[in-house]
């Protein structure tokens, strides 16, 4: 199975900072990448696919990047409703898989 | 409003089974494939199964090699509704199980709608 690995676990910011969260693939995933924002108790909602194409509905302070084994979310200017945890998400293989998570916190 | 409502979920005690439902609305059911993905208290998430959709349908399935051979997932198009039956359970199966719609017909993809989730929790 392809390993995905989140860092950091926990990012401690403020809000109007900028927050980039990094995720690596043990292999090559292309831009076969998703990112995921959860918020205690809710399901997951999508944010990012492919890598860097924005989910209809979310705000342009997010964006991605990357493409191969190393991908990152940036949130250009964190706002309150921005504090959560964010989890990637290989879509390059059947057997897909998740990152284990960053918690973003307020400082 | 594209909605996805899980429901089944309970206390069971080791070795036992449960069937999980998902009712889908407010999109074509059959053109999507469909993934179940589970998180377990204070984790992070797991993917557990998928199943295609549109021309497929049904026919491509995959499973995460921790529940192969006790899962088995299964649609009905006619009653948009996506199904998890759970055998031989076991305690780290304990979870909140997700029902999940991929953006197109086909597994694997990005998961663009998810359900609120249902509850499973495995104990004697």
């Known amino acids: 199975d392809i390993q995905m690995t989140q860092s950091p676990s926990t990012l401690s910011a403020s809000v109007g900072d900028r927050a980039t969260i990094t995720c690596r693939a043990s292999?090559?995933?292309?831009?076969?990448l998703a990112w995921y924002q959860q918020k205690p108790g809710k399901a997951p909602k999508l944010l990012i696919y492919?890598?860097?194409s924005l989910e209809s509905g979310v705000p342009l302070r997010f964006s991605g990047s990357g493409s191969g084994t190393e991908f990152t979310l940036t949130i250009s200017s964190l706002q309150p409703d921005d504090f959560a945890t964010y989890y990637c998400?290989?879509?390059?293989?059947?057997?897909?898989?998740f990152g284990q998570g960053t918690k973003v916190e307020i400082k | 409003e594209v909605q996805l409502v899980e429901s089944g979920g309970g206390l069971v005690q080791p070795g036992g089974s449960l069937r999980l439902s998902c009712e889908a609305s407010?999109?074509?059911?059959?053109?999507?494939?469909m993934s179940w993905v589970r998180q377990a208290p204070g984790k992070g998430l797991e993917w557990v199964s998928g199943?295609?959709?549109?021309?497929?349908?049904?026919?491509?399935?995959y499973y995460a090699d921790s529940v192969k051979g006790r899962f088995t997932i299964s649609r009905d198009n006619f009653k948009n509704t996506l199904y998890l039956q759970m055998n031989s359970l076991r305690a780290e199966d304990t979870a909140v199980y997700y029902c999940?719609?991929?953006?197109?017909?086909?597994?694997?993809?990005?998961?663009?709608?998810w359900g609120k989730g249902t509850t499973v929790t495995v104990s004697s």
């Open positions: 999940a719609k991929l953006a197109y017909g086909d597994s694997p993809d990005y998961m663009d709608v």
């Open positions: 407010g999109f074509t059911f059959r053109d999507y494939a």
């Open positions: 199943i295609s959709g549109s021309i497929y349908s049904g026919r491509n399935i």
């Open positions: 292999q090559s995933i292309s831009s076969w």
């Open positions: 492919k890598a860097s």
């Open positions: 998400q290989q879509y390059n293989s059947y057997s897909q898989t």
